[in-house]
Nanobody, 126 residues
Framework: QVQLVESGGGLVQPGGSLRLSCEAS????????IAWLRQGPGKEREGVSC????????DYVDSVKGRFTISRDNAKNMVYLQMNSLKPEDTGVYYC???????????????????WGQGTLVTVSS
């Protein structure tokens, strides 16, 4: 069964850090595009970061560049999102998602995310 499961969300003060985890089953993350997206309260869902396992390239939305880092552990078949210097506007439900294996670029993946986790809530508040 193809599945993604996120974990690691929680309540953190502004300026703090969290590391989100995304565990894959039923497919290999080292043969896939994997993306992190989020949806804040009253906001549309937006892409946060994308890792292209075929090229090694990682992309980030401008608002998180320099603060967030996406990484992968092939042995554990997991992807992480390290989030530092968190801001209240980073609050939201964070999802990891993946397209079918024939999709080979993050640009193209946005319209073809067919595998989704259940989401993990991140709240940045004092």
């Amino acid at each position: 069964q193809v599945q993604l499961v996120e974990s690691g969300g929680g309540l953190v003060q502004p300026g703090g850090s969290l590391r989100l985890s995304c565990e894959a089953s039923g497919f290999n993350l080292d043969d896939s595009i994997i993306a992190w997206l989020r949806q804040g309260p009253g906001k549309e869902r937006e892409g946060v970061s994308c890792l292209n396992s075929f090229t090694g390239r990682a992309d980030y939305v401008d608002s998180v560049k320099g603060r967030f880092t996406i990484s992968r552990d092939n042995a554990k078949n997991m992807v992480y999102l390290q989030m530092n210097s968190l801001k209240p506007e980073d609050t939201g439900v964070y999802y990891c998602a993946a397209p079918p294996p024939e999709i080979r670029s993050c640009t193209q993946a946005g319209g073809y995310l067919t595998i989704w986790g259940q989401g993990t809530l991140v709240t940045v508040s004092s």
